[in-house]
Every structure is written in C-alpha cells, then in structure tokens.
C-alpha cells in the first residue's frame, strides 16, 4: 500500500509539467498550420491572375475572328464567345461556414503540396460564323463555384479524456485511498476509537455528497461525479467495517444501511446520468450478501433480494439505456447461483434450485418485453446488448441443466431434469420466435443433446426405463414440429434455427445407449417400437420439406441401435425377434425413398439410401458371425436378396449405381463370414443352394438394373457400372474354391459340381444377353481354377477320372457356347466376338492342367482316358484357332500339351517308351497338321506354322529319353532327322502358299531354321559328352549360312545367340570341365572336339556372314569381324586345357597356377609363344592388325612370364641358354613384323 501511496503522489507532481508540455507543443503546431494556410492564399491569388490573363487572350481571339464576317454583329460575336464571366458578374460565394476554435491539441496540418505549372491553354480552333439567319446559339451557363472543403476530422481528444476524466477517476479513487490509509493508520496507532472511526467514514461519505450537490460543484461535471462514487465506496466500506471488524451495527441494521447506500447511489447516478456512480452503487448491492454472509443457508431471502436487486437495476438501465448494468448484474448473480449451488445445494433441494434458475430469466425477459420498444431494424449498438442479455439469461441455465447430469446424486432424480430441460427447450424456442435470435433455438438443441449424453454416461439409473422414451419422444417431436410452429405464427426459421432440427434424429443416439445400458432392452418390443415410430416422423418430415439429411441421419442411428441390440441381446433363442426387427427396419429403409419418389420429394444427399442399406448389409453380420449363424442362414439368405433388391432399384434410378456394386461386395463378405463360421460340412448342400441362389440374384439384377438405367451398350463398347455388377457374380465361383480345396467337403464332388453347371450356366446366359464375353471368360477360368483345386483334393480313384471328363465337359461347355454368341453377336471379327472365343480358350487350355494334374494323382487315369482328354482339349484350341482367326491361340496350347506330355512319362511308375512316344506323338501330330490344315488361310498366319515348331522342342526330349529308355541309343539321330523332315514339309508347304519375291522372310527363316536345327543336333547328339553345346555351336554356323540365303535379321540374332551361348559354356562356365570326367587319352580327348568344333563354327560363321549386311545396328561393328576373335579364344582355351590334361592325374582335370612341375610351365610357356607366333602369322596372312596386336600382347605377357617366373628355376648354362633363345625368338617377331606386316598395305582395322 505504501507504494501505490507513493505512486500516487509522484503522479500528481508531474501532471502540471505534462500539462505544461502538451500546451507548448499545441501552440507550436498551431504556429506552423497558420503560416501554411498563409502559403496556401499566395497561391491562390497567383492562379487568379494567370485566369484573368487567359480571359483576355480569349477576348481578343474572338474580336480577330468577328472583324472577318462582314455579316455579323459585334454584339453576337461577343455572345457568342464562350466568355468567362468577369469577377463582378460572378456569383457570390455561399456564406462562410462558422469556423469552430481549433481545439487545443489538433494535430498539425498535412503539408502543402506545391502548385504544379500546367502548360498554357491551346487556342481553340477559328471556325466560320453561323449564316445570317441562323438563330443565334444559347448562352453557356456560369460554371457553378466550387463546394465548400469538407471540415476536417476532429482529432481525438487525449487534452479531455487525460487531463479531466482520467484525473477525476484518479482523485476519486485516491480520496477513497487516503480514507482507507487514514483509518489503518489510526487503527494502528490508537488513535481513534471504533465509534469515531465510523462517524468520520460516514461524515466524510456524506460531506462529499453534499459538496458534489452544490450547484458550483456541477459546472465540474466529471470530477464532480468521480467525487460521489468516491463517496458512495467511502459508505459502503464504512458500513461494512461498522458490522464485520467494529461489532457496531447488527446484520440486519447493516443490510438495510448498504441497501441504502445503494439505492442512493442508483439515484444519483439517474439524477446526474452517471453511470459511473451507477456501478458502484450496483457493485455495492451486489457486495452485500457477500459481505454480511452468516453461512447458514437462506436462499429465499437471498435469492429474493437478489431479484428485486435485478428489478431495479433493470428499470434503471432500460431508462437510462446502460445495458451494461443488466450485464454486470447478469454476470454477478451468475456467480452468486453457482456459488450456492457449489456449497449449499443437496438432492432435496433440487426443486428450489431449478426455480431459482428459472425465474431470473423471466425477470429478464419481462424486463425487455416492458422496456422500450425499438424496431428491429434499429436494434444495434448499444440497445442490441439488452437483447444479447436477455439471450444470455435464458440460455444459462442450460449449463445448470448440464451440471445435474453430470452429477449422479443429482441425475437421480431424471424427472425433474428432463422436465426442466424440456421447459427450457419451450422457452427458448418461445424466445427465439418471439424476439430472437434464432441461435437461441440452436443453443437449446445442441444443449440437449450434451444433456442427454452426459445424463447416460455419468447418472443413468434403471429407474428411468422405461418413462425416459418419453421424454426423448417429446423432444424429438419439439424440434421436428417447431419448423411447422413457426412457419404457422408467420415467424419461419432462420439461420442458425433451421440447423436446430437435427437435435430430432441426433436424440435418436439414446436408444443404442439404452439398448446396452438396458437388460430389459433384451426384449426388443418396446425399444424398437418407440424407435421406428420415431423414425417415421422424421421420415414423415424429411418428406415433408425435402430435407432427406434429417431421416437418414436418424435412419443411421437406428442402425446403431440395431447393432448394439444384436451385439447385447442376440442369441438363437431370440433369433426370430431379431430376423422381424431386421426385416421390418429394411423393409423402412427401402420403402421411405421409394415413398419419396412417389411423391416427387428429393431426399437428398444423393445415394445416401444405398449407402444406408449398405450399412443394413453390415448389420447382418451379427447373424453370419454371432451364436445363432447356424440357424440363421435361410434368414440370413432373405435378408440378403431384400437388401440388395433395395439396392438394384436406387442403383437403376442413377442414385450412385457404384454402391449397388459396393452392397453386392459385401453381401458376399456377409456369406463368407458365415461359412467361416458355421459348421459348413452340416449344412453343406443349402449353404451351396444360398451360394447358387445369390449368384443367380446378383446377375439377374444387375441385369435389370442394366436394363432399366439404359445401359444396353453397342457390343464392344466400354464397360458400364452394371457390367462390373455381373462380373460379381463370377464370385460364388471362389465359394466353389474353397469347398475344392476341403476334402471334407469336396468328395463326392456331385454337389460341387452341379452348382459349378448352374452358376456356369447362369454367367452364359447373363454374357449373351449383356454380349458381354469377358463375363463367361471369366466363368470358364473360375470353373477351370475349381476343377485344378479339385484334382489336387480328391486324388483317390475314381475320382481324377471324374476330374478328367469334368475338364473334357468344361471345354465342350465353352466351345458350345460359340455358334450361340456368334448367332448373338454376328458372325466372325464381329465386336465383341473375340471375347467369347478368348474365354472359350481359357477354359481348354485350364482344362488341360486338369488333365495334366490328374497324371500325379494316385488313382490315375488310364492311357486312353489321358489322351484322348488331351487330344480332344488340343483340337479345340486348335478348332477356336481356326474359327476365330487367332492363331496365337495354337501356340498358347503348345505348354499344357508339353506339360502333360512330361506329366505323363515321368510321374510315378513310368509308362513304356512307346507308350512316351504315343501319348507326345498324337499330341505333335495335332499341331503339324494345323497348318495344312488350315489351308490358304494359313498364309497370312505366322502363329500356325510357329506352334508346331515350338512343340517340336519338348517332344525332341520327350522322344531322346525315350529312345534312350528303349535301348536305341545308336540310332538316336534318327529322331532329329525324322523331325527335319516333318518340318521340311511344313517348309515345302509354305513355299507353294507362296510365290518366290512375295514371300514373308521371317516366317521363310523360322521354318527353315527349325529344319536346320534338327539336321544340325543329329550330328552331336551321337556324341555322348558336350552334344547341347556343339549343337548350339553348328546350329549357329548353320543359322549364319542361312542368313547368307535369306536375309532374315532374326537369323542373323538367333544364329549370334547360339554361338555366344556356346562360348559362354565353354569359356566363361568353370563347371563345364567337372561335367564329365576327365578323358584318359591325352590331346586326342573330348576337350578336344568340343573346343575344336566350337571354334570352327565361329570361324564358318564369319565366313559365311562376310558378305552380308551383319552390322550391329548403331555401330560400325559387324559380327563377321568379331566371330573370329571368339574362336581364337577357344583355341588358347583348348591349348591350356590340352596342357593341364596331359600333366594331369586322377579323374579331374586341374590347373595349378602356383607348384606346377617345371615341364609343366616350360611347356605353357612354349604352347603360348608359339600359339602367339601362329596368331602372328594369321594376322599377317589375313591381313588383320587386331590379329597382329593380339599375338604382340600374348607374346609379351609370355615373355615376361618366362623371364620372371620361369627362368628363376634355372640355373648356370641353362639359364644363359634361355635368355638367348629368349633374344632369338624376340628377335625373329620383329624381323617379321617389320618384314610383312610393315610393307603390307594398310587395311581397315575391324
């Protein structure tokens, strides 16, 4: 305190020199505006003069022009010139305003800113006088004078609002310090007794009142009013000390003393339009409860005074328009509720309570009803604040209400909440429709919906059930009926009132509450009869004002509601209940916006009700996955094709069909959650009648739907959502998959399989009438992956033969379905054909891995059985080839053929040889027949003669091991030459189909390549070591030659690939030489001819491509030159080989790099020298610089071989006689290049 003391009195000190500086620099600014409004008038009369100068210029143009016409007057010349009236003519200016004293600290003027010198004014242009009896032109009007400046912004007033009110404030509230001060220091001291000390406060109190009466003391009008509140705080605290710290006067006596006190200052505060004083008097009254509080409880009393304290300070504040005062007084007895309600308030008194919070809003609502009235459109600034109080004093006791539910003890006692929050909900939609706003209405909603919630998560009590559907009956019908109530009084919702409304379908989030919370709820009668009747008055409204949001979000919660239900309360003894409670709800669900189509109302958002029934789809997993799955499933299966019948119609009406797609996907979900979860093998033949039936369901009704929205597409044309919608039918076929893959339930296959026809059955018939082939493409691939599951089950005998003949149907299933699509679609190359024969393909070739799968099976088929599958399967594919123009369709059928082939001579106990060769035989005459076959069709086709030559390669091996089997191994060559010449007709053929010069190069060089290939493998394959690479080496010698012939760039690649394939065998390949083990006879060895051979055929290749077009594309490089350098590096390969060999023991072949025996290196050493001295010479005879280059290399590397590693073994003499057979043979390269290499002419280097 001693501070403030003194902060106090250093602001008075300083105010005088503040006053001081703010007056000097007042008068300098006012000094600087006058010299500037001097400037401003020297201007002015120098733009009068240049005007005055302007008007004689013009004058005497006009006289010049007149002199001219002899015709006209002087007096109509000077008329006529567009004059400007001389000074005296000139209007008189309006009459100076009064110029108000500028106040004593205005900011300074703006700067001047300087006159701009335009440029002179251009004469106008002479122009000949009017004829003589032209009617002479009116006389131009005076230009009007310029309008007054508009005076300036007054300038804050920081001179009145610092130096008079804010000093006043401060003297006051220091006086009311001083006081304070004064009393302390007396108290401390001794000085006064308690008795003084209250005659002093109340003396001062009253001398104050009575001087800031004086009629001297009002021309001080600011200072005067702080002076009185002043003196009213000095009453206050002096009637207080008399009572709390004195003893002096009782409770009662001090009450009525600072009522007074208050009254007083109220009447001064209107007598003096203070509203300063009016607070202090408000703060005052509103203190003295506080103040002179006992503790004990009394609420009536004090409650009752605080009422009539707000009547009069209501009646003040709407007199004198202070809404302040009903803010503050608001505010004050806000606290003094929750205050006694935090210390006195108990169960038993939760009536008085809630009176308590009702009637202070009606005090202030019939406070602005009998205050003045303004228009609405008038009501801003601040008579909007008694409004926005009033708003705020009936919106309050909304948090009371949310206080009572969140507090057990007092949740209790439900009745009395829900019937104080349902008044409360009335009164406010009373007040918004009588005053507003309409936020009111809004509140109350969104109030009641926390309410609600917090009651049924923090107090419910079973006592409420099951009186509490009546209360949420009673709101939910207030907040739909109240749009019609309003509109009926002419008042409509607006804004933030219409939003009100959802509280009706939120509230319905009580009843999935209920449902849990609820043992009683386990009989659902009552609940869900509250519920849909609910449920239909908000549909009943919804349809009624085309607002669809209301009922679909009430819809969604009694969704909820049904969940939490099934999740609670379901079990098979309450299994019809709940199949009724579905199905009534459904059938809601797709009847409301049926209704509303009927009715022409738009129940918008879009596709909101197939979403809803999507979510119905959800529901029933509680059947599918709950105790009473087993029971449930014929139920299950109605349920089912009502919803997604719901589904078809708002996805054919164009509501978002997609989701019709989405409710299909999940309908199958809700089936396999249900296999998953009951006992399958039980019910297994009506669990596939349900899979049948649905399959079924769901192609018929995206069928109509198709139909119906105007999906009939062009066949061909782009998928629509409906197409994708029959696609989904293809998905019971997975069901089928799964029953395949159980033993359990796969055998006897008969119930699977006859399902599998009808659903086969149902997608082929759904694809014609859609024309839509990529539908039973997918059917036959569905039924073919169920048959491959099949054969890998049931793998006892009979039943791979059953699997067997049901891949035969199968094929012949898709095959019959072709004349059909063809008598649909057209005949063929029609649109959409191919798609047909494309799934007739895929069922025959997945019929063939059935075919080929059941070879593994134990029980396996006979030899007649297998093949004839086989070979009726091939001759269809071949037969859909040959119908629909796709010949890749053969090519395709050439791996399940191999396949099976294999499958069938290596499996189990082998078949005999001739058999092998029987079963491969028939299959490969079968594709060397296709493309005689096939004619002069055949001519443009590369496909047809590319199948037989692809099979050709498995039944080579096929028929090798066979012969191999039989004991033939020395006449094994035969098989080549014997397909060389099979293929050597297919050659032949192709020639005749075709004219030389009109031939087709590269199908020419596939055919005569394949006849190449086999003639070339007969020769090797009579050797027992290394005869795939030496084939691949004279295959690529023979492509090479080819190419020669026909200049083919596939042969040139193919016969490239061979060869680099042969080298990298050899060469790049260590295991190549542990193969096979190592030959006892030196040099004259298997290493010999494979190496030896191999390098020919490089060299033949680059002999036969010399005169060819073999350059790399890109590059300058071409093959013939790069052949020859591989097979130099075989040759060195095959020297060190021959080397290694012949010092070599044991069965393996081993190099040893470091420890070989001195003859060992010595003879390395020599084979390289004189294998790069051949290379020399090669080089030199050929004319090669590459040749010549790789031989210098060699011989350095063996030179510096034998100086550091060889000749460190030699000692004396033999060391001497190695470095000059070292110097000869160096010197003889030299002689030899410089002799030939030297003088031969330059040759390109590649």
Same mark, same amino acid.
């Given at each position: 305190?001693?501070?403030?003391?003194?902060?106090?009195?250093?602001?008075?000190?300083?105010?005088?020199?503040?006053?001081?500086?703010?007056?000097?620099?007042?008068?300098?600014?006012?000094?600087?505006?006058?010299?500037?409004?001097?400037?401003?008038?020297?201007?002015?009369?120098?733009?009068?003069?240049?005007?005055?100068?302007?008007?004689?210029?013009?004058?005497?143009?006009?006289?010049?022009?007149?002199?001219?016409?002899?015709?006209?007057?002087?007096?109509?010349?000077?008329?006529?010139?567009?004059?400007? #009236?001389?000074? *005296?003519?000139? +209007? !008189? &200016?309006?009459?100076?305003? /009064?110029?108000? %004293? @500028?106040?004593?600290? $205005?900011? =300074?003027?703006?700067?001047?800113?300087?006159?701009?010198?335009?440029?002179?004014?251009?004469?106008?242009?002479?122009?000949? #006088?009017?004829? *003589?009896?032209? +009617? !002479? &032109?009116?006389?131009?009007? /005076?230009?009007? %004078? @310029?309008?007054?400046? $508009?005076? =300036?912004?007054?300038?804050?007033?920081?001179?009145?609002?610092?130096?008079?009110?804010?000093?006043?404030?401060?003297?006051?509230?220091?006086?009311?310090?001083?006081?304070?001060?004064?009393?302390?220091?007396?108290?401390?001291?001794?000085?006064?007794?308690?008795?003084?000390?209250?005659?002093?406060?109340?003396?001062?109190?009253?001398?104050?009142?009575?001087?800031?009466?004086?009629?001297?003391?009002?021309?001080?009008?600011?200072?005067?009013?702080?002076?009185?509140?002043?003196?009213?705080?000095?009453?206050?605290?002096?009637?207080?000390?008399?009572?709390?710290?004195?003893?002096?006067?009782?409770?009662?006596?001090?009450?009525?003393?600072?009522?007074?006190?208050?009254?007083?200052?109220?009447?001064?505060?209107?007598?003096?339009?203070?509203?300063?004083?009016?607070?202090?008097?408000?703060?005052?009254?509103?203190?003295?409860?506080?103040?002179?509080?006992?503790?004990?409880?009394?609420?009536?009393?004090?409650?009752?005074?605080?009422?009539?304290?707000?009547?009069?300070?209501?009646?003040?504040?709407?007199?004198?328009?202070?809404?302040?005062?009903?803010?503050?007084?608001?505010?004050?007895?806000?606290?003094?509720?929750?205050?006694?309600?935090?210390?006195?308030?108990?169960?038993?008194?939760?009536?008085?309570?809630?009176?308590?919070?009702?009637?202070?809003?009606?005090?202030?609502?019939?406070?602005?009803?009998?205050?003045?009235?303004?228009?609405?459109?008038?009501?801003?600034?601040?008579?909007?604040?008694?409004?926005?109080?009033?708003?705020?004093?009936?919106?309050?006791?909304?948090?009371?209400?949310?206080?009572?539910?969140?507090?057990?003890?007092?949740?209790?006692?439900?009745?009395?909440?829900?019937?104080?929050?349902?008044?409360?909900?009335?009164?406010?939609?009373?007040?918004?429709?009588?005053?507003?706003?309409?936020?009111?209405?809004?509140?109350?909603?969104?109030?009641?919906?926390?309410?609600?919630?917090?009651?049924?998560?923090?107090?419910?009590?079973?006592?409420?059930?099951?009186?509490?559907?009546?209360?949420?009956?009673?709101?939910?019908?207030?907040?739909?009926?109240?749009?019609?109530?309003?509109?009926?009084?002419?008042?409509?919702?607006?804004?933030?009132?219409?939003?009100?409304?959802?509280?009706?379908?939120?509230?319905?989030?009580?009843?999935?509450?209920?449902?849990?919370?609820?043992?009683?709820?386990?009989?659902?009668?009552?609940?869900?009869?509250?519920?849909?009747?609910?449920?239909?008055?908000?549909?009943?409204?919804?349809?009624?004002?085309?607002?669809?949001?209301?009922?679909?979000?009430?819809?969604?919660?009694?969704?909820?509601?049904?969940?939490?239900?099934?999740?609670?309360?379901?079990?098979?003894?309450?299994?019809?209940?709940?199949?009724?409670?579905?199905?009534?709800?459904?059938?809601?669900?797709?009847?409301?916006?049926?209704?509303?189509?009927?009715?022409?109302?738009?129940?918008?958002?879009?596709?909101?009700?197939?979403?809803?029934?999507?979510?119905?789809?959800?529901?029933?997993?509680?059947?599918?996955?709950?105790?009473?799955?087993?029971?449930?499933?014929?139920?299950?299966?109605?349920?089912?094709?009502?919803?997604?019948?719901?589904?078809?119609?708002?996805?054919?009406?164009?509501?978002?069909?997609?989701?019709?797609?989405?409710?299909?996907?999940?309908?199958?979900?809700?089936?396999?959650?249900?296999?998953?979860?009951?006992?399958?093998?039980?019910?297994?033949?009506?669990?596939?009648?349900?899979?049948?039936?649905?399959?079924?369901?769901?192609?018929?009704?995206?069928?109509?739907?198709?139909?119906?929205?105007?999906?009939?597409?062009?066949?061909?044309?782009?998928?629509?959502?409906?197409?994708?919608?029959?696609?989904?039918?293809?998905?019971?076929?997975?069901?089928?998959?799964?029953?395949?893959?159980?033993?359990?339930?796969?055998?006897?296959?008969?119930?699977?399989?006859?399902?599998?026809?009808?659903?086969?059955?149902?997608?082929?018939?759904?694809?014609?009438?859609?024309?839509?082939?990529?539908?039973?493409?997918?059917?036959?691939?569905?039924?073919?992956?169920?048959?491959?599951?099949?054969?890998?089950?049931?793998?006892?005998?009979?039943?791979?033969?059953?699997?067997?003949?049901?891949?035969?149907?199968?094929?012949?299933?898709?095959?019959?379905?072709?004349?059909?699509?063809?008598?649909?679609?057209?005949?063929?190359?029609?649109?959409?054909?191919?798609?047909?024969?494309?799934?007739?393909?895929?069922?025959?070739?997945?019929?063939?891995?059935?075919?080929?799968?059941?070879?593994?099976?134990?029980?396996?088929?006979?030899?007649?059985?297998?093949?004839?599958?086989?070979?009726?399967?091939?001759?269809?594919?071949?037969?859909?080839?040959?119908?629909?123009?796709?010949?890749?369709?053969?090519?395709?059928?050439?791996?399940?053929?191999?396949?099976?082939?294999?499958?069938?001579?290596?499996?189990?106990?082998?078949?005999?040889?001739?058999?092998?060769?029987?079963?491969?035989?028939?299959?490969?005459?079968?594709?060397?027949?296709?493309?005689?076959?096939?004619?002069?069709?055949?001519?443009?086709?590369?496909?047809?003669?590319?199948?037989?030559?692809?099979?050709?390669?498995?039944?080579?091996?096929?028929?090798?091991?066979?012969?191999?089997?039989?004991?033939?191994?020395?006449?094994?060559?035969?098989?080549?030459?014997?397909?060389?010449?099979?293929?050597?007709?297919?050659?032949?053929?192709?020639?005749?189909?075709?004219?030389?010069?009109?031939?087709?190069?590269?199908?020419?060089?596939?055919?005569?390549?394949?006849?190449?290939?086999?003639?070339?493998?007969?020769?090797?394959?009579?050797?027992?070591?290394?005869?795939?690479?030496?084939?691949?080496?004279?295959?690529?010698?023979?492509?090479?030659?080819?190419?020669?012939?026909?200049?083919?760039?596939?042969?040139?690649?193919?016969?490239?690939?061979?060869?680099?394939?042969?080298?990298?065998?050899?060469?790049?390949?260590?295991?190549?030489?542990?193969?096979?083990?190592?030959?006892?006879?030196?040099?004259?060895?298997?290493?010999?001819?494979?190496?030896?051979?191999?390098?020919?055929?490089?060299?033949?290749?680059?002999?036969?491509?010399?005169?060819?077009?073999?350059?790399?594309?890109?590059?300058?490089?071409?093959?013939?030159?790069?052949?020859?350098?591989?097979?130099?590096?075989?040759?060195?390969?095959?020297?060190?080989?021959?080397?290694?060999?012949?010092?070599?023991?044991?069965?393996?072949?081993?190099?040893?790099?470091?420890?070989?025996?001195?003859?060992?290196?010595?003879?390395?050493?020599?084979?390289?020298?004189?294998?790069?001295?051949?290379?020399?010479?090669?080089?030199?005879?050929?004319?090669?610089?590459?040749?010549?280059?790789?031989?210098?290399?060699?011989?350095?590397?063996?030179?510096?071989?034998?100086?550091?590693?060889?000749?460190?073994?030699?000692?004396?003499?033999?060391?001497?006689?190695?470095?000059?057979?070292?110097?000869?043979?160096?010197?003889?390269?030299?002689?030899?290049?410089?002799?030939?290499?030297?003088?031969?002419?330059?040759?390109?280097?590649?």
């Amino acid at each position: 305190m001693e501070a403030f003391a003194v902060l106090l009195v250093l602001a008075f000190l300083a105010t005088p020199f503040v006053a001081l500086g703010l007056v000097v620099g007042a008068r300098k600014r006012l000094r600087d505006a006058e010299e500037r409004i001097e400037g401003l008038r020297a201007e002015g009369r120098a733009l009068e003069d240049r005007l005055l100068a302007l008007k004689r210029e013009i004058r005497d143009l006009s006289a010049r022009v007149s002199s001219e016409g002899a015709e006209v007057r002087r007096d109509a010349d000077t008329e006529e010139l567009p004059l400007v #009236p001389e000074r *005296a003519a000139a +209007p !008189p &200016p309006p009459p100076a305003q /009064p110029v108000p %004293p @500028p106040p004593a600290f $205005a900011p =300074p003027p703006p700067p001047v800113p300087r006159p701009v010198m335009t440029p002179p004014v251009a004469p106008p242009p002479v122009t000949l #006088p009017p004829p *003589a009896g032209a +009617p !002479p &032109p009116p006389t131009p009007r /005076p230009p009007s %004078p @310029p309008a007054a400046p $508009a005076p =300036p912004r007054p300038s804050f007033d920081w001179e009145g609002l610092v130096g008079v009110r804010l000093f006043s404030w401060v003297a006051g509230i220091s006086l009311v310090v001083a006081a304070v001060f004064f009393l302390r220091y007396s108290i401390d001291h001794g000085w006064l007794k308690p008795p003084v000390r209250m005659a002093i406060g109340v003396l001062t109190g009253l001398a104050l009142l009575v001087v800031c009466e004086l009629k001297a003391a009002r021309r001080y009008r600011v200072t005067a009013n702080a002076l009185d509140g002043a003196a009213i705080a000095i009453l206050f605290s002096t009637v207080f000390a008399s009572h709390a710290l004195w003893k002096l006067v009782g409770a009662l006596p001090a009450f009525a003393l600072m009522a007074l006190v208050a009254a007083v200052a109220v009447l001064l505060s209107i007598r003096r339009d203070s509203i300063f004083i009016a607070l202090l008097g408000l703060l005052g009254g509103f203190a003295t409860p506080a103040l002179l509080s006992t503790g004990e409880d009394r609420p009536i009393g004090l409650f009752g005074y605080l009422l009539l304290l707000n009547a009069g300070l209501a009646w003040v504040a709407h007199r004198k328009k202070w809404p302040v005062l009903t803010a503050v007084a608001l505010a004050l007895t806000t606290l003094y509720q929750w205050g006694w309600v935090a210390k006195f308030l108990t169960a038993s008194k939760l009536p008085l309570a809630l009176g308590i919070f009702a009637v202070f809003p009606v005090l202030s609502l019939a406070a602005l009803a009998l205050g003045r009235k303004e228009p609405a459109g008038e009501r801003t600034g601040l008579l909007a604040l008694f409004e926005r109080t009033g708003s705020a004093a009936a919106a309050l006791p909304l948090l009371f209400a949310v206080y009572l539910a969140a507090v057990p003890a007092y949740g209790e006692r439900w009745g009395l909440l829900f019937g104080f929050l349902l008044l409360l909900d009335l009164g406010l939609l009373a007040v918004a429709l009588w005053r507003g706003p309409m936020l009111l209405h809004l509140l109350g909603a969104a109030s009641t919906l926390l309410v609600t919630a917090v009651w049924l998560a923090a107090s419910w009590v079973p006592a409420a059930w099951p009186g509490l559907l009546g209360f949420l009956s009673a709101l939910v019908l207030l907040y739909l009926g109240a749009p019609f109530l309003a509109l009926r009084l002419g008042r409509p919702l607006a804004e933030a009132g219409t939003r009100a409304v959802f509280a009706a379908p939120l509230l319905l989030f009580a009843f999935p509450v209920l449902a849990h919370l609820e043992p009683r709820t386990a009989s659902p009668a009552l609940l869900f009869a509250v519920l849909f009747l609910l449920l239909g008055a908000t549909a009943a409204y919804a349809m009624a004002r085309s607002e669809g949001a209301v009922y679909y979000l009430g819809a969604f919660l009694a969704l909820a509601a049904e969940a939490v239900w099934s999740a609670r309360h379901l079990t098979p003894e309450r299994l019809l209940p709940a199949l009724a409670v579905y199905g009534v709800f459904a059938l809601f669900y797709l009847g409301v916006p049926l209704a509303a189509r009927r009715l022409s109302r738009d129940l918008r958002p879009e596709g909101s009700a197939s979403v809803l029934l999507l979510a119905s789809l959800a529901l029933l997993l509680f059947l599918a996955a709950g105790p009473a799955a087993e029971a449930s499933l014929w139920g299950l299966a109605l349920l089912l094709a009502v919803v997604n019948a719901g589904l078809f119609l708002e996805g054919s009406a164009g509501r978002f069909p997609v989701l019709t797609l989405v409710g299909t996907v999940a309908s199958w979900v809700v089936l396999a959650v249900w296999w998953v979860t009951a006992t399958v093998s039980t019910f297994l033949v009506p669990a596939l009648a349900v899979v049948a039936g649905f399959g079924v369901l769901t192609l018929a009704g995206n069928l109509w739907a198709r139909s119906r929205a105007g999906a009939e597409a062009a066949p061909g044309s782009p998928p629509g959502v409906f197409d994708g919608g029959l696609a989904l039918g293809l998905a019971g076929h997975l069901f089928l998959v799964f029953v395949a893959s159980q033993p359990g339930l796969a055998v006897p296959p008969w119930p699977l399989l006859g399902v599998l026809f009808v659903l086969c059955l149902a997608v082929a018939a759904a694809a014609l009438a859609a024309r839509r082939g990529v539908l039973q493409a997918g059917s036959l691939g569905g039924a073919g992956l169920v048959l491959l599951v099949l054969s890998l089950t049931a793998g006892e005998a009979p039943w791979p033969s059953v699997t067997v003949l049901s891949a035969v149907a199968l094929g012949a299933f898709g095959l019959a379905f072709l004349p059909l699509a063809r008598r649909r679609l057209g005949r063929a190359g029609a649109p959409g054909l191919s798609s047909f024969d494309r799934g007739a393909a895929l069922g025959l070739l997945l019929a063939q891995l059935v075919a080929s799968l059941a070879t593994f099976a134990d029980g396996r088929p006979p030899l007649a059985l297998l093949l004839g599958a086989q070979a009726a399967l091939v001759a269809g594919l071949l037969a859909v080839a040959w119908a629909s123009g796709e010949h890749v369709v053969a090519c395709l059928a050439v791996a399940p053929a191999a396949l099976a082939s294999f499958a069938f001579a290596s499996y189990g106990v082998a078949p005999a040889p001739g058999e092998r060769l029987l079963f491969g035989g028939v299959l490969y005459a079968l594709f060397l027949a296709f493309p005689l076959v096939l004619g002069e069709r055949a001519r443009a086709s590369r496909e047809a003669w590319l199948a037989p030559l692809l099979f050709g390669v498995p039944f080579f091996f096929l028929g090798r091991r066979a012969l191999l089997d039989a004991g033939l191994g020395g006449a094994i060559g035969l098989l080549p030459v014997a397909q060389a010449a099979l293929t050597a007709v297919l050659l032949v053929r192709l020639l005749s189909l075709e004219p030389p010069g009109k031939r087709s190069l590269g199908r020419l060089a596939l055919v005569a390549g394949a006849v190449l290939a086999f003639v070339t493998v007969a020769i090797p394959l009579q050797l027992e070591k290394q005869w795939i690479t030496l084939g691949w080496a004279l295959e690529g010698a023979a492509l090479a030659w080819l190419f020669s012939r026909v200049p083919h760039r596939g042969l040139l690649v193919a016969s490239t690939g061979l060869l680099l394939a042969a080298f990298v065998r050899l060469s790049l390949n260590p295991a190549v030489l542990t193969y096979h083990e190592r030959s006892t006879t030196p040099v004259l060895n298997w290493y010999l001819y494979s190496y030896l051979v191999a390098a020919a055929a490089f060299f033949a290749a680059a002999r036969f491509l010399k005169g060819t077009d073999d350059s790399v594309p890109g590059t300058k490089l071409r093959v013939s030159s790069v052949h020859p350098a591989f097979g130099t590096v075989l040759l060195f390969l095959l020297l060190n080989i021959e080397i290694a060999d012949w010092f070599s023991s044991g069965p393996a072949l081993t190099f040893r790099l470091r420890g070989a025996s001195f003859a060992q290196d010595m003879a390395t050493t020599l084979g390289w020298a004189l294998f790069a001295i051949g290379l020399l010479a090669a080089g030199v005879v050929a004319r090669s610089r590459p040749a010549r280059i790789a031989s210098i290399a060699l011989l350095v590397v063996t030179v510096l071989k034998a100086f550091l590693h060889d000749l460190g073994r030699l000692g004396g003499l033999y060391r001497v006689a190695s470095f000059v057979g070292l110097a000869a043979s160096l010197a003889l390269v030299a002689l030899l290049i410089q002799r030939f290499a030297r003088e031969t002419p330059k040759e390109p280097t590649t």
